[in-house]
């Protein structure tokens, strides 16, 4: 059970958007429409942010969004904001092997 | 508003079992699926298995033959015993809950996490 692949590090001014991508196989982001995504400030654990691809919890702002194209999902973060820097996780599952998370991506705020 | 709490040792020895456990506060045990999910310090995160309110498990595969998760819904709580553990299994611990609603992989509500060091 491999990493799903994610950029190390992303970065944008503020207003901007920026996009994460993350990268799998079709055993997992290919076959199954159950990415997730998650933002984790330092020393705090992860937030839900998009559930199913594209579908945002309760209280998630709008600027963030979620897409999927074959083997790929990505995470649109726009009107880029300073409390947008943290890490960002994706997250899919993949069948008898459960659930797999990406590397994960810095996001930095100029 | 439902609160994950983790709890157990901060520090196991080498070739030992590391216990922790998790307490659901405000909120029902069962529909859900709950989750273990770890993180060695200052890498990423890594799912490590859940148990559905039926009993039923699913484990990371890397970590299947060591791994064993409970559920103890007389005290509104579930647990985790990872054995033979080494330095790599130092991490940060989280439970989290997965709602079958939100499809499998999307975890609503996290612990704030315990920390884990492995070392004699």
């Known amino acids: 059970q491999s990493a799903l692949t994610q950029p190390a590090s992303v970065s944008g001014s503020p207003g901007q958007s920026i996009t994460i991508s993350c990268t799998g196989t079709?055993?997992?982001?290919?076959?199954?429409?159950?990415v997730s995504w998650y933002q984790q400030h330092p020393g705090k654990a992860p937030k839900l942010m998009i559930y199913?691809?594209?579908k945002r919890p309760s209280g998630v702002s709008n600027r963030f969004s979620g897409s999927k194209s074959g083997n790929t999902a990505s995470l649109t973060i726009s009107g880029l904001q300073a409390e947008d820097e943290a890490d960002f996780y994706c997250?899919?599952?993949?069948?008898?092997?459960?659930?797999?998370f990406g590397t994960g991506t810095k996001v930095t705020v100029l | 508003q439902v609160q994950l709490q983790e709890s157990g040792p901060g520090l196991v020895k080498p070739s030992e079992t590391l216990s922790l456990t998790c307490t659901v506060s405000?909120?029902?045990?069962?529909?859900?699926?709950w989750n273990w999910i770890r993180q060695p310090p200052g890498k990423g995160l890594e799912w490590i298995g859940y148990?559905?309110?039926?009993?039923?498990?699913d484990y990371n595969p890397s970590l299947k033959s060591r791994v064993t998760i409970s559920l103890d819904t007389s005290k509104n709580q579930f647990s985790l015993k990872l054995t033979s553990v080494t330095a790599a299994d130092t991490a940060i611990y989280y439970c989290?809950?997965?709602?079958?609603?939100?499809?499998?992989?999307?975890?609503?509500?996290w612990g704030k996490g315990t920390t884990v060091t492995v070392s004699s």
């Open positions: 199913e691809g594209s």
């Open positions: 989290a809950r997965l709602p079958p609603a939100y499809g499998y992989g999307a975890m609503d509500v």
């Open positions: 079709s055993s997992d982001v290919g076959s199954y429409n159950f």
């Open positions: 405000g909120g029902s045990i069962s529909i859900y699926y």
């Open positions: 148990i559905y309110n039926s009993g039923s498990t």
């Open positions: 997250c899919s599952y993949a069948g008898i092997s459960g659930i797999v």
